[in-house]
């Protein structure tokens, strides 16, 4: 409940705290104690035995390999040893005439040109430190003791966030593409 420099961890803002010393208390309760836990006993139980008769096997069964001679015949097939073909047969002399077509020499092109660069500026708001909550010791107003210092309390504040104004100049241009 208390953090290590003796302030709460709980704290509101807007409320202060003081320490006080309080007296210690006590009661008597009665209360009941186990003076010996619950616990097993291991019996052992003789183990007990029977003679039994089994059938194993002494080989398992097996197979023969036989060798059978091979036989052989002889057969008459026919193989093509040519495709077919085709023969190109000259049947008249080759005709020639003279026609006029328009060739491209140079294609169209392109032009970069640059304008002259333009600016906008934008303002805008940014938090600086976000809001948080302090610790502020002062004198309790209430308090009437000669010693001032026994007066003093820890009041946890709220501290609000900080904002800044910040204007951004951006740069923009155009770039213009003219075809010749």
């Known amino acids: 409940m208390f953090a290590q420099d003796g302030l709460p961890t709980n704290a509101e803002p807007g409320k202060c705290y003081a320490k ?7 009661k008597t309760e009665t209360e009941t104690v186990l003076s010996k836990e619950a616990s097993k006993k291991i019996q052992t139980i003789p183990a007990k035995y029977k003679t039994v008769t089994e059938s194993m096997l002494k080989k398992e069964a097996g ?4 060798v059978i001679p091979a036989k052989y015949e002889t057969r008459t097939e026919k193989v093509l040893s040519k495709e077919e073909g085709k023969r190109i047969v000259v049947v008249s002399p080759a005709k020639y005439e003279t026609r006029t077509e328009t060739v491209e020499v140079k294609a ?9 660069a333009k600016y ?11 809001a948080s909550t ?13 010693n001032s210092n026994d007066c003093m309390v820890w009041c946890l504040v709220e501290v609000p966030a900080q904002y800044k104004t910040v204007s951004k100049r951006e740069l923009s241009y155009l770039l213009l593409l003219l075809e010749k």
């Open 108 to 116: 169209p092109s392109t032009r970069i040109e640059a304008i002259a």
């Open 63 to 66: 197979k023969t390999v036989k």
């Open 20 to 26: 006080c010393y309080i007296a210690d208390q006590w």
């Open 120 to 130: 906008k500026t934008e303002t805008e708001t940014v938090m600086v430190e976000a």
């Open 134 to 146: 302090k610790w502020i010791k002062q004198k309790d107003a209430m308090c009437q003791a000669a």
